[in-house]
């Protein structure tokens, strides 16, 4: 059995194609920033005029959040238009991935995606089979992911993240009413898993599916029940699922399921639950790691509720497996909401986006045992809980950082140092991060093995060099270089502009929300995006509120635009945003116009 002390005073690295990446590094001039360790006053990020074509790909149906009554919900055209949250390709040994893609909306509906004439269809409802099913309150409650097995070609197994309200009335057991090729006999509830400290609302839930036909456009099969996580509050929930891209038959990560899992606002709340990202006996606040196929190494634990095993044997067991009153199947900790997590089979790396409070948002490279150091830690800085939830240097006077970066945790025998983030960007910049994939696609050459991601509140999208991110090592202060991408858009609504013009993404989104009738206030013309965020302002409360300019000086006009990234297994980067309810594609790597005195939002 691995050494869990050993473990966290030295986080160990997923395999050895990282390791002889940073030997070759060691040959290769690499960059990376001396970033601040306060909180800026500027924009720290470069604009170095690497632009990107945009083009529209998908327009999916439109669809409202619920908010009771019958399902679905009249189309609410002051909200968002399309909770479209992520898109994925099934293994490329599948008959169809060629052909398709799926498609969650957080609304309720998994579709599929025609790649050809661009339709979707509803492939599971998630609306109408969970009756305690809910998309309220919060931005990231509904069905949240998907991922495929690896053996998804003959098993037909995949998996899934959605959120139930647990004081809903009804049974929470699944109907087939409206899916007929859903079998249900069998299907069970497990006891929730909630965090030690506080109450609990909102429950995320892991499944398991098994279609019976994998060419079919609806499913047929079966589903278990994995895993159910409750949340101290309505934010911050199960995110992303995925399986080690690498890992083959007979070796000891294969089939394992890597989940993030959110704080559940549990962190940045004072008292008992603030400790919940660093508490080892919780689920929240941390990267899970379990194998879903009990039979597959038997010796391995299995789960409380005995639906998955801990990989606890072999050469490559969860970090704290036998750490007294720790959970086995925490990877890695102390983080807020890492929403989002990926990973590069070229240098076998696995990255995790993780929202933050009010100061810093943080790409974190994700090694076994690492503490990241949140709700301690936010960027390089320590985070003051009160009720502001500011970093150190913003206070008055600010606070010093502590002599010794150590963290004592609970269970632990020594007290564990933080590991930092890989690339980090300021509220100066936006507000929240959202997806980000290293690009190994063929329609811009220019940018493989970069980094891209995005800010979803801003719409900007950014990129830094893995290789660079690599570099930093989790040293405090010692974070990759981040750069805009400029956009280059052609609106199809004004046919009098022949060629793609520079844009920032957040008009391209408002733009299309207009044109699809929406509008944040009918008895107003303050806004022009639904939702509110302190970066771009917006309506909230029934009160409008300016946000401030971008760093460039040109205000936003109130309202989220909701940007989010996904890679298809065509290695291309699709662009999804919820208020116009719109899937794009980044295009080709071009040569943006000098900006003219008619192009004021174009940056």
């Known amino acids: 059995m691995t050494n869990a002390k050993g473990i966290v005073g030295q986080p160990v690295r997923l395999c ?15 960059a990376w920033a001396q970033y601040p360790l306060q909180y ?36 609410n055209f002051q909200g968002m238009l399309a909770r479209v949250n992520a898109l994925r390709s099934e293994p490329a040994n599948t008959p169809l991935a060629a052909s398709r893609f799926f498609v969650n ?20 409802t998630f609306a109408e089979v969970f009756p305690h099913y809910t998309t309220n309150p919060g931005f990231g409650a509904g069905v949240v992911s998907i991922a495929f097995d690896p053996n998804y070609a003959k098993n037909g197994k995949f998996y899934t993240v959605h959120t139930e309200d647990p004081a809903r009335d009804g049974s929470p057991i699944p109907s087939n009413a409206h899916l007929p090729g859903l079998k249900v006999d069998g299907y069970t509830t497990t006891p929730s898993v909630n965090p030690p400290a506080g109450t609990f609302k909102n429950e995320s839930v892991l499944v398991e599916w098994t279609d019976t036909n994998i060419k079919n456009s609806t499913f047929e099969g079966t589903a278990r029940e994995l895993l159910r996580v409750g949340f101290y509050s309505a934010i911050h929930q199960m995110g992303d699922v995925l399986f080690d891209p690498l890992a083959k038959p007979g070796q000891s990560d294969y089939d394992n399921l890597y989940i993030s899992v959110g704080d559940g606002g549990a962190g940045e709340t004072p008292g008992a639950p603030h ?15 379990i194998t879903p196929d ?3 190494r038997p010796k391995d634990i299995l789960s409380p509720n005995g639906r998955y095993r801990i990989p606890s044997t072999g050469s490559d067991p969860n970090p704290f497996v036998g750490v007294s009153s720790a959970r086995g199947e925490i990877f890695a900790y102390g983080l807020r909401n890492p929403h989002r997590i990926t990973w590069d089979p070229v240098t076998n790396t696995l990255i995790a ?16 045992g690492a503490n990241y150091g949140y709700a301690e830690r936010e960027g390089n800085e320590v985070v003051i809980v009160n009720e502001e939830g500011k ?10 950082f502590p002599d010794t970066d150590l963290i004592t945790v609970v269970g632990l025998d020594k007290p564990v140092a933080p590991v930092y983030p890989a690339a980090v960007y300021s509220h100066e910049e936006g507000d929240t991060i959202g997806s980000g994939f290293v690009y190994r696609g063929k329609l811009m050459p220019q940018m493989v093995g970069k980094y891209i991601f995005s800010d979803m509140t801003t719409g900007r999208l950014f990129y830094t060099v893995l290789a660079e991110m690599i570099a930093t090592h989790g040293e405090r202060g010692k974070q990759a270089p981040i750069h805009e991408i400029q956009i280059m858009y052609k609106s199809p609504y004004d046919n009098s502009i022949q060629a ?34 302190a970066t771009v302002g917006g309506w909230r409360n029934k009160v409008f509120t300016p946000g401030p300019p971008d760093p460039y000086g040109v205000p936003y006009g109130g309202g989220r635009a909701d940007v989010r990234l996904s890679m298809g297994g065509d290695g291309e980067i699709y662009v999804m945003s919820k208020s116009d309810g719109m899937i794009r594609r980044l295009a080709a790597v071009v040569t943006p116009p000098p900006p003219t005195s008619t192009q004021t939002a174009a940056h």
């Open 353 to 368: 986006n993780d929202v933050g409070l009010h100061s810093w948002e943080e790409i974190d490279i994700i090694t076994k």
């Open 294 to 296: 009990i039979n597959l």
């Open 500 to 533: 793609p013009v520079k844009r920032r993404m957040y008009d391209i989104v408002a733009e299309a929300y207009a044109h699809k009738d929406g509008v944040p206030n009918p008895d107003s013309h303050d806004g022009v995006l639904p939702g509110w965020a």
């Open 105 to 124: 909306d957080l609304n309720g509906i998994l579709y599929t995606l025609d790649k050809t004439t661009r339709k979707f269809t509803p492939y599971i």
């Open 40 to 75: 800026p006053t500027s924009s720290q990020v470069t604009k170095d005029g690497t632009a990107i074509l945009i083009e529209d790909y998908a327009n999916p149906p439109l669809s409202s959040a619920m908010g009771g009554g019958t399902y679905p919900p009249p189309i």
């Open 391 to 400: 970093t150190a240097s913003q206070q008055n006077p600010p606070v010093p």
């Open 275 to 289: 400790a919940t990202p660093q508490r080892l006996d919780a689920l929240n606040g941390k990267i899970l790691r």
């Open 16 to 30: 050895c194609g990282i390791v002889l990446l940073a030997l070759l590094l060691l040959s290769l001039p690499v």
